[in-house]
């Protein structure tokens, strides 16, 4: 039995790009439907249910995708139009819920423990799910448990757009006869590591002992061990748009060298979008600073679709240091805030780049984290 008085919440958007073209296109509902770069060399970023029964799947080449099923509707994404309604749903449950924490665009975990003193926990899910469905139109999906894990499990035991609650004194018995693809990290590699050592199930996961998993997977086994017997006690983090990285310089002359100034903002950029990457994160909402050799010190900022991706951050700073700095004096110091993160990853851009592109990313990354971010930049700065 699992002990725990604590009420978490998953709440998952379902198949949210293609639910948010069929809201624009209501034309698409019950069609297959495939997002990503529209050329052979793009990648697919996501695909309907109904696409899915043909073998697709996220991350595949869009010419496999095409030949697969090849009645598919390709559409060409729009992160802007994504963005938009990622906000919207995390205004709508930031306006009722306590803690809450947004776990990437489409996905929130909230904290409601203690709420049933009040009024019942499930009838309160129910009712926040009523009111995004409500007030957005997208499908979404809920699992209610005692911590992220098994919430996050039930929650795809729910979809398409349902609901389940799984209390503690069942959740062993919810979890065992499912497969060890359902939790939560278990990616291709630890999945066919668990496979060759006979393991398919949940419930046999759990019975290895846990130095044997510890032996075989170090301390990713211990925490897989733990999931497996519905085990978590990672908190729900409390979400905030404050949340940034930054960098600025400081020069030793004061300057008015613009070609100088947007190379130093280039590299500020590579390195910032380089460290969202590495925690795995998106922002959007990009902000320059400069401070004139008088110290007035000016700032300006500008929404975004949601990327961690050099190539479109880069013209927004440029951009932006263009309309903030037009009193054509000596500046002192210029900086970049990178802000309201959520996390994700780069590949939710697929849709707007080849499959190169992407490639290219993860080239120059795996050299930034061996021998420093700085071991490969643009040749070209200032164009």
């Given at each position: 039995m699992i002990l725990s008085n604590r009420n978490i919440v998953h709440l998952d958007l379902d198949t949210f790009f293609v639910s948010v073209e069929r809201l624009v296109n209501p034309s698409l509902a019950g069609r297959p439907v495939i997002i990503g770069g529209m050329s052979d060399r793009g990648v697919v970023a996501t695909c309907s249910y109904e696409a899915r029964k043909f073998g697709v799947s996220s991350a595949m080449p869009m010419k496999m995708a095409r030949m697969l099923c090849r009645d598919a509707i390709f559409i060409r994404g729009d992160m802007e139009l994504y963005s938009r309604y990622s906000h919207l749903v995390t205004e709508i449950i930031a306006e009722r819920?306590?803690?809450?924490?947004?776990?990437?665009?489409?996905?929130?975990?909230?904290?409601?423990?203690?709420?049933?003193?009040?009024?019942?926990?499930?009838?309160?899910?129910?009712?926040?799910?009523?009111?995004?469905?409500?007030?957005?139109?997208?499908?979404?999906?809920?699992?209610?448990?005692?911590?992220?894990?098994?919430?996050?499990?039930?929650?795809?035991?729910?979809?398409?757009?349902?609901?389940?609650?799984?209390?503690?004194d069942i959740v062993q018995p919810f979890l065992f006869p499912l497969s060890i693809r359902k939790i939560p990290g278990i990616g291709d590699k630890t999945y066919h590591l668990l496979r060759s050592m006979g393991v398919s199930t949940i419930g046999t996961l759990s019975h290895i002992p846990q130095e044997m998993m510890e032996r075989v997977m170090g301390k990713n086994g211990i925490i897989l061990w733990e999931r497996a017997n519905g085990i978590d006690t990672t908190p729900v983090q409390p979400y905030t748009e404050s949340k940034s990285v930054s960098t600025e310089t400081t020069f030793e002359q004061d300057t008015t060298d613009i070609i100088r100034m947007k190379e130093i903002l280039v590299r500020m950029v590579e390195k910032l979008a380089f460290s969202l990457r590495e925690q795995q994160k998106l922002t959007s909402c990009v902000t320059v600073r400069i401070r004139y050799s008088n110290f007035d010190t000016h700032t300006i900022q500008q929404q975004l679709p949601y990327t961690a991706f050099d190539h479109i951050l880069i013209p927004v700073v440029k951009n932006l240091f263009d309309k903030v700095y037009q009193r054509r004096m000596l500046i002192r110091l210029i900086g970049v805030r990178f802000s309201k993160l959520v996390p994700g990853n780069q590949?939710?851009?697929?849709?707007?780049?080849?499959?190169?592109?992407?490639?290219?990313?993860?080239?120059?990354?795996?050299?930034?984290?061996?021998?420093?971010?700085?071991?490969?930049?643009?040749?070209?700065?200032?164009?």
């Open positions: 819920a306590p803690v809450f924490e947004k776990a990437s665009v489409d996905e929130h975990y909230l904290d409601v423990t203690g709420m049933d003193r009040f009024f019942g926990v499930q009838k309160w899910c129910h009712e926040l799910r009523q009111a995004i469905i409500q007030n957005t139109g997208l499908p979404i999906s809920l699992g209610l448990s005692v911590n992220k894990t098994v919430s996050k499990i039930a929650t795809g035991e729910a979809k398409p757009n349902g609901e389940l609650q799984v209390p503690g590949q939710i851009n697929m849709f707007e780049n080849s499959e190169e592109m992407i490639n290219l990313y993860q080239a120059m990354d795996r050299m930034k984290h061996k021998y420093g971010d700085k071991v490969v930049g643009r040749a070209v700065a200032s164009s």
